[in-house]
């Protein structure tokens, strides 16, 4: 069997699941293969506490699945969903895209936002800075206004709003770094990067960093191949 790493889409959009693959393909660059699988159960794009706790049942159920013949796993859902029980359940590396991000916003001591579309997660999202002991350089998070879901829709209006909220994190919050806060606006995240001075971080990217250099460490290190 191929090594490579598995990306859950904890979010049902086949859609979401094709962009995040080719961000994270791009970000391997080479280096490792990328597959990735759909949830079924859960909405397209998870913007609720209850959605994203329900989500993660599925993600342990796919990880367990496919955890066997892959090198490591990413759980591409900015509230890290399932992410302790995988890890419990699996002889891989596993990372999550807010944990990924996080840890990459804070080096250097850097103080870190986030900037996100879904307001109800807002605290889901405070309690990973909080569990991963980066609580004293977070500085927040700006949300766009409007239906998260509807936004999305619009990639152009997204980016926008997305764009505005990140120019706040960063002159109203003293952010030295601002994370686009969701797997599903992976692209956005892609979008904003070169428009401000200081580093917006998509969090798929930031996943697979950390993912390869977990496999490394573990000497898993697979060789590099078209995928």
Not at 26 to 47: E, N, Y
Request: hydrophobic letters at 45%; aromatic letters at 2%.
């Amino acid at each position: 069997m191929t090594p490579h790493i598995l990306l859950i889409n904890p979010n049902s959009s086949e859609a979401t699941s094709e962009m995040m693959h080719a961000i994270a393909l791009a970000s391997a660059a080479g280096r490792l293969v990328v597959k990735t699988v759909t949830a079924r159960r859960a909405p397209g794009m998870i913007v609720t506490p209850g959605q994203l706790a329900a989500s993660a049942a599925e993600v342990v159920e796919l990880g367990t699945a496919h955890g066997r013949d892959c090198a490591g796993i990413i759980v591409s859902a900015f509230g890290d969903p399932g992410l302790a029980e995988l890890r419990r359940k699996v002889a891989v590396p596993v990372v999550g895209i807010c944990e990924a991000s996080m840890i990459e916003a804070s080096q250097g001591g850097r103080k870190f936002a986030v900037a996100t579309s879904t307001p109800d997660l807002v605290e889901a999202i405070d309690q990973r800075a909080h569990d991963l002991g980066l609580a004293h350089l977070y500085r927040g998070i700006r949300c766009t206004e409007g239906d998260p879901v509807a936004l999305a829709a619009d990639p152009a209006l997204l980016s926008e709003a997305l764009a505005g909220a990140v120019r706040a994190c960063i002159e109203e919050d003293g952010a030295e770094a601002v994370i686009i806060g969701g797997g599903p606006l992976g692209q956005a995240a892609e979008k904003l990067r070169p428009r401000f001075d200081q580093p917006v971080l998509g969090p798929i990217p930031s996943a697979v960093e950390r993912i390869i250099g977990l496999i490394s460490k573990a000497g898993d290190a697979p060789q590099a191949m078209e995928s």
